[in-house]
């Protein structure tokens, strides 16, 4: 079926209106109707092929909820009504070790992520959430829990998981000093989390003007980042930290707040290599480490989580027109603390 989408045709070309195709659903898929769509630093690195390795035209978008229109007839989860979300899989082997260790998103023939991704059914690229609709196997649609609000949930998608995984990965808990970095997106729903698992929780950030916010989503302490003083009187003390920065940044100056044989994890991916010093992981010892999305098992664990918790993100709502002067503020870090697009602006505009 022909869908209206927004898309970039180049790096440098700014997103506008485009036709993409869906396929019609096959016994075991789902067709939803996208409500919202949250909009992540990856989109922004992906238009603009940051990472060197776009396909266009991109359609971004991978923080997908919407309404279930149409299913397969082999279909058990869902029925037509229904609310469904779609990070960012839509697709794996479902039989290699990692597939069936619930860790899709390193399938071991090749996860299909929801954009970019080899369409194994029409051919050529996957096309995210910044179109009317998407079709999906089952098996990669997740259940969002009644009681909280769509739009806000949407981000829990990607910005959710990715920071939920690590953060149960590494068991942070009562006790542990936890250190979240950078309050975007991904950074406001790290806070909140590691505030629920009961940790002291410390954001770094470079806005002064988020403080305030720091405090009010869950963090027991901020540091300004870029006051060496302040940074200081956190050296050597942390148990964990989670990076989410999307830029170059001082990873030698967070690493030397890590106690003996911690870690940081980072999740943020900036386009550049990060310049890590040997000492900074050598005296005394600690660890660098990554972490990728999460399974869907996982995934819904975590939105189950935010259900039981009452845990959304804080977002401000846009217009897909609006979508490259959002990028735009996000570059300079003011958003507050994701922009989900309101896909009825994509229908009616
Ligand atoms: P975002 O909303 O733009 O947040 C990034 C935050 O990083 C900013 O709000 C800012 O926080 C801080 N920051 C930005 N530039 C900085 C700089 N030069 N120095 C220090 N801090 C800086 O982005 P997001 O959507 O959360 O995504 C963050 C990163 O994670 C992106 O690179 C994205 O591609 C990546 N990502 C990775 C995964 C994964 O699976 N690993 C999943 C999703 C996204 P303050 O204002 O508080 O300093
Ligand atoms: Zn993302
Ligand atoms: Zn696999």
């Not at 869902?78 to 609310?83: A, C, E, Q, S």
């Not at 003390?237 to 830029?247: E, G, Y």
């Amino acid at each position: 079926m022909p869908t209206k989408a927004f898309a970039a045709q180049s790096a440098t070309s700014p997103l506008g209106a485009h036709s993409i195709k869906r396929r019609d659903p096959l016994p075991t898929d789902v067709a939803i109707d996208i409500l919202y769509c949250g909009v992540c630093h990856s989109d922004l690195h992906f238009a603009r092929n940051e990472w060197g390795f776009t396909q266009y035209p991109c359609v971004p978008g991978h923080e997908i909820l919407g309404r279930v229109t149409k299913v397969g007839d082999k279909v058990k989860k869902f029925k037509v009504g229904d609310i469904a979300a779609v990070g960012c899989l839509v697709d794996s082997c479902r039989s290699c070790t990692s597939c069936k260790n619930n860790l899709e998103q390193f399938c071991l023939n090749g996860p299909v992520f929801t954009y970019n991704g080899e369409d194994k059914h029409l051919g050529g690229i996957t096309y995210g959430g910044y179109s009317e609709n998407v079709v999906v196997d089952e098996a990669f649609a997740l259940k969002v829990p009644k009681n909280l609000d769509p739009a806000a949930a949407s981000p829990l998608l990607c910005a959710g998981i990715t920071t939920y995984a690590p953060l149960r990965k590494w068991k942070v808990a009562k006790g542990h000093k936890v250190g979240i970095v950078g309050l975007g997106g991904l950074g406001h729903m790290g806070v909140k989390f590691a505030h629920a698992f009961g940790a002291h929780t410390v954001l770094f950030t470079t806005s002064a003007s988020k403080f305030a916010d720091g405090k009010r989503l869950g963090a027991d302490e901020v540091v300004n980042s870029r006051d060496s003083y302040e940074m200081d009187k956190h050296k050597g003390s942390f148990d964990f930290i989670l990076d989410t920065v999307s830029a170059e940044h001082d990873i030698n100056a967070l690493l030397s707040m890590l106690k003996f044989d911690a870690t940081l994890c980072l999740v943020g991916a900036p386009p550049n290599p990060l310049a890590v010093s040997a000492f900074s992981l050598l005296m005394p010892q600690r660890q660098l480490a990554g972490s990728l999305i999460g399974g869907i098992a996982q995934t819904q664990e975590m939105l189950d989580f935010c259900g039981a918790h009452n845990i959304v993100c804080d977002i401000e709502k846009i217009r897909m027109q609006q979508i490259n002067e959002a990028y735009e503020r996000m570059l300079k870090s003011d958003v507050k603390y994701r922009f989900v697009i309101d896909m009825a602006s994509l229908k009616n505009g």
